[in-house]
């Protein structure tokens, strides 16, 4: 077990498409601003290094208890449908090496970018699968060459259900909040004056960290600092209402009822 800190250690946990960007920039604001070391770490974590202040867990998949770490932990998680999509119109524009990546050399060990950091941990001959899945195009490409409903299922049947995957797989504690993405982007000073004060701040302080984060609020960006952002690809972040065909969207909710309801949301 780490020795205790003389105060906890702060963590944000994420998923590919829950708001990791916003708290990456968000956290390295108040890491600049508070004289706080923060990491950010990607995949399969086996441990976090006891002299970070802040940790930002990307793909929030742990490879150790967190029973053993003195910390305060914010889980950001969004609609399982609304990462399907948006992961759909990402995968087609990123420039993310996993995704346009075209070595397919399945000579052991394989890693990132031939897979995604968020996949380096799987057994290899999941990812031999994986390479060949691909059928000699990027992740990219194979979106981008398949319409609508074909690309959707590509990306259902891969990033999707990992991620799909991952949170069904955690599991909760006490020292963790779970914050909905949608309810950030509806009420952003209320839901981040929620989680601040959940991860330690507290009266001036609060204050500053607040007026910090209002820079990194998607309804007060400018739409040109938005078309400029490639990880927005809209500032309604429940377009799949719009987007997803019905019949898939039944589908989807179908295999995923439990998780979507243990998230907070309806189906």
Known sequence: MLRPRERPQLFVFCYHKSGTQLFAKLLADLARRFDLRMV???GLVEQVDPTADVALFSHSLLGFSLADVEYRGVRIVRDPRGIWTSGYWYHRRCTEHWCVNTDFDATAPIG?????????????????????????????QNLLTRDLREGLSFEEQRYARWTADAMAQWRPDDRTIDVQLETITRS??????????????????????????RAHDIARMSDEAVSRNPHITSRNISHWHECLPADMRHGFEQRHAALIASLGYTV
């Open 40 to 42: 950010r770490l990607l």
């Open 188 to 213: 952003f000073d209320a839901s981040m004056a929620a989680i601040l004060r959940h991860l330690g701040f507290a009266g001036e302080r609060l204050a500053e960290a607040l007026e910090i984060g």
């Open 112 to 140: 990132f970018p031939q897979v995604p950091y968020s996949q380096a941990h799987r057994p290899e001959v999941w990812k031999r699968e994986y390479l060949a899945g691909l059928d000699g195009r990027s992740y990219q």
